[in-house]
């Protein structure tokens, strides 16, 4: 059974922590949805650090392939997530306008809690990664549709979040 991973968020950053496991792809629900098949797993790892303001941070990785759903073809595609994401962590929303004035657009932030679920952060993440419409590569797509071919789209993370940001 996947048990939840809580980290307190702040705690985790200040101590300098570090976790690492895998999470059954199958067992994240938003995800879910996106995939044409929800087998295998992701890796994870989360250190905890700061940023050179001294604010905390949580630096995530993610690694593994997904399986989606070309948008050509409609046959599955292995896509290969990984990801490396700083999150800066805020003791709560009023933080964000400071966030955005002192700091690169690059760098993602959310509030954070004493109970933060590592399934969510990972599955945000990986969603943020997720090319908006998958494709197999021109000429590869199969006409029955089972052909697994790697992915040509490489969505940057960033990209999606400076959308939401507007
Ligand atoms: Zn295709």
């Known amino acids: 059974m996947p048990e939840q991973v809580v980290i307190d968020g702040i ?7 570090h976790l690492s496991g895998d999470l059954e792809i199958g067992s994240l629900g938003r995800l879910r949805e996106s995939l044409s098949s929800s087998e295998g797993a992701v890796e ?7 940023n050179p303001k001294g604010r905390p941070m949580l630096h995530l990785t993610v690694k593994g392939t997904l399986s989606l759903t070309c948008q ?8 290969p997530v990984d990801v490396r994401s700083d999150l800066l962590l805020l003791q709560d929303e009023s933080e964000f306008a400071d966030i955005v004035d002192e700091d690169d657009d690059s760098v993602d932030a ?11 952060l990972v599955e945000d993440e990986v969603i943020l990664a997720l090319p908006y419409a998958p494709r197999h590569p021109e000429g590869e797509c199969s006409a029955g549709g089972a052909a697994l071919g790697e992915a040509t789209v490489k969505a940057s993370p960033f990209a999606a979040l400076k959308q939401l940001k507007k």
């Open 110 to 120: 959310v509030v954070a809690a004493p109970r933060m679920s590592v399934a969510a």
């Open 72 to 79: 050509r073809c409609l046959g599955a595609l292995a896509f």
């Open 44 to 50: 994870y790892s989360i250190r905890g650090g700061q």
């Open 11 to 17: 705690e985790f950053a200040r101590s300098g922590k």
